[in-house]
T-cell receptor
Framework: TQLLEQSPQFLSIQEGENLTVYCNSS?????LQWYRQEPGEGPVLLVT?????EVKKLKRLTFQFGDARKDSSLHITAAQPGDTGLYLC??????????FGKGNQVVVIP | NAGVTQTPKFRILKIGQSMTLQCAQD?????MYWYRQDPGMGLKLIYY???????DKGEVPNGYNVSRSTTEDFPLRLELAAPSQTSVYFC????????????FGQGTRLTVV
C-alpha cells in the first residue's frame, strides 16, 4: 500500500495569516487530489494535479505537485474562518484503489 | 442533482446485530468505494468496485461484505457488529480511477454498543 503522509496533522492560525500543509509519499503518483471536508459532510474535491512541478491556483489556495510526483503542498494566503476544515490528499494506486492521507486539520480563528 | 445517496445517516447497533448500509449513485459511475473514518485517522478503504459484478477488498475488509449487482447500487453489509466497527462510513463514486473526481455521500454514523 502506498502511504500518503500529511503534515502537520493539526494547525491553528489567526485570520489573515498564511499557511502551508504538506502531503508526502515515497511512491510516484500519476496524479494527486486535494479534498476539503467540513464537519458532518463528505469530502469535496478542490483540485487535481497531474504534471510534475504543476502549480494550480484556486482563489487564495495554491496547490503544487512535486517535480518527482511524490509530494504536494497546499498554501493558503490570508486565511479566513471559512477555510477551516480537514484537508485530505488522495492518490490513485495501481490496483484501482483511491488512497487517502490522514488529513491536515486547519482551524482559522477570527 | 442527487449524486451519491447514503442511508441511514445515523444508526445504533447492539453487538452481534447485522445491518446493511445503502449507497446509490445516479451519475453512471463505474467506480464505487466504501471508506470508514475514525477520529484523526483519515479515510480507510474497506471495499471497492470497478463495475457491476466486480468487487475487491481494500485496506480494512474484515467484518464487512459488499455486492454490486447494478451500476447504481453498492451496499455494505455488517454481519456481526462489533464495537470496533463504530465509525463514520462514507460511500464514494467516480467515473474512473485516476485523475477524476470522487463524489462522496454525506456519511453514515454508526455506533455499536
Amino acid at each position: 500500500t502506498q502511504l500518503l503522509e500529511q503534515s502537520p496533522q493539526f494547525l491553528s492560525i489567526q485570520e489573515g495569516e498564511n499557511l502551508t500543509v504538506y502531503c508526502n509519499s515515497s511512491s510516484v503518483f500519476s496524479s494527486l487530489q486535494w479534498y476539503r471536508q467540513e464537519p458532518g459532510e463528505g469530502p469535496v474535491l478542490l483540485v487535481t494535479v497531474v504534471t510534475g512541478g504543476e502549480v494550480k491556483k484556486l482563489k487564495r489556495l495554491t496547490f503544487q505537485f512535486g517535480d518527482a510526483r511524490k509530494d504536494s503542498s497546499l498554501h493558503i494566503t490570508a486565511a479566513q474562518p471559512g477555510d477551516t476544515g480537514l484537508y485530505l490528499c488522495a492518490g490513485a494506486e495501481g490496483n484501482n484503489r483511491l488512497a487517502f492521507g490522514k488529513g491536515n486539520q486547519v482551524v482559522v480563528i477570527p | 442533482n442527487a449524486g451519491v445517496t447514503q442511508t441511514p445517516k445515523f444508526r445504533i447497533l447492539k453487538i452481534g446485530q447485522s445491518m446493511t448500509l445503502q449507497c446509490a449513485q445516479d451519475m453512471n459511475h463505474n467506480y464505487m468505494y466504501w471508506y470508514r473514518q475514525d477520529p484523526g485517522m483519515g479515510l480507510k478503504l474497506i471495499y471497492y468496485s470497478v463495475g457491476a459484478g466486480i468487487t475487491d477488498k481494500g485496506e480494512v475488509p474484515n467484518g464487512y461484505n459488499v455486492s454490486r449487482s447494478t451500476t447504481e447500487d453498492f451496499p455494505l453489509r455488517l454481519e456481526l457488529a462489533a464495537p470496533s466497527q463504530t465509525s463514520v462510513y462514507f460511500c464514494a463514486s467516480s467515473f474512473a480511477q485516476t485523475g477524476t473526481e470522487a463524489f462522496f455521500g454525506q456519511g453514515t454514523r454508526l455506533t455499536v454498543v
